[in-house]
């Protein structure tokens, strides 16, 4: 996470040849870009916006381009700053996300179900979604919001949503979770997009302060991934451990069922044995 945004500090000073050359728009023609953005309604704007995450959420877009990036990246240039732009972005991925949803949960339940990857077994039968079903049961909240930072499901990343509309989370559990969870990533975007406009169009004075921003934002980023990988490991070892017990508890209950259906055949046995010995004594 950390590398991409020093090397794009790095090159943004060098941006008007890296552009020339690639064809892309000088730093004049971004400045009459940004000015004609910034000009637009904000409805308009926050309508676009929204229609766009619409459109990469439902049909998992961002597998194959990485809207999920450009779009939080240019919410400060769109938005007149980092911390509206973090806002912006968060709404209006959550509000994409839980159109995947509710579609789950109210009309795709079968295809949900039967989707596969590459051939592997439906979803429907995999172990892990058997054992997601009874985390999110006793713990909706914290598994929505542990699927959110760190999705770990054999699955394409939008299609998460998809599944948790199949389990028994409720709308209210998945929106709070998945907006909470939004908002790290969302952060970080922001501010590289910020850094990178400001580096590019603005003066040297404000590239240099923004190399100190990015530092900051680079230590933010090792520390909250660490910490969220962490807590996917603790949620993969509390599924582990689940099924772990289930499986134990399955054991034990097969151990005494054949307990006592053979309980009965035992005594039976050894009572026909005894009495046909003192059959023979009589004899």
């Known amino acids: 996470l950390a590398l991409p945004r020093l090397l794009a500090m790095k090159t943004a000073s060098d941006f008007s040849e890296i552009a020339s050359f690639f064809g892309l728009p000088g730093k004049e023609e971004l400045v009459d870009y940004a000015d004609k953005l910034t000009h637009l309604s904000p409805l308009l704007k926050i309508a676009g916006f929204q229609a ?9 877009l961002s597998e194959i381009l990485p809207i999920a990036v450009v779009l939080p990246t240019i919410s400060p240039l769109l938005f007149g700053g980092v911390l509206e732009g973090t806002l912006v972005t968060s709404a209006c991925a959550t509000v994409g996300a839980s159109v995947n949803f509710l579609l789950g949960k109210n009309f795709l339940q079968e295809q949900v179900g039967n989707f596969s990857v590459f051939g592997s077994l ?150 026909r044995i005894k009495e046909e010995g003192e059959r023979k004594k009589d004899e």
């Not at 766009?52 to 998992?60: E, R």
């Not at 100190?212 to 980023?221: C, H």
């Open 122 to 271: 439906p979803i429907k039968e995999q172990e892990w979604f058997h054992r997601l079903n009874r985390k999110v049961s006793k713990e909706p909240f914290k598994s929505a919001l542990l699927i959110r930072l760190a999705p770990i499901l054999p699955i394409p990343l939008d299609g998460h949503w998809y599944v948790c509309g199949v389990t028994p989370m409720t709308l209210a559990n998945f929106v709070t979770a998945y907006f909470i969870g939004t908002l790290k990533v969302a952060f970080i975007d922001a501010s590289l997009g910020s850094l990178l406009f400001s580096s590019i169009l603005d003066t040297e004075a404000v590239q240099e302060q923004a190399k100190f921003v990015l530092i900051a934002e680079v230590v933010l980023v090792v520390l909250i991934s660490a910490v969220v990988t962490n807590i996917a490991t603790t949620f993969v070892t509390e599924l582990t451990a689940d099924d772990s017990a289930a499986a134990d508890e399955g054991a034990s209950t097969n151990a005494n069922t054949t307990a006592e259906e053979e309980g009965p055949l035992a005594m039976s046995l050894e009572e």
């Open 52 to 60: 766009i995450w619409l459109v990469d959420k439902v049909f998992m």
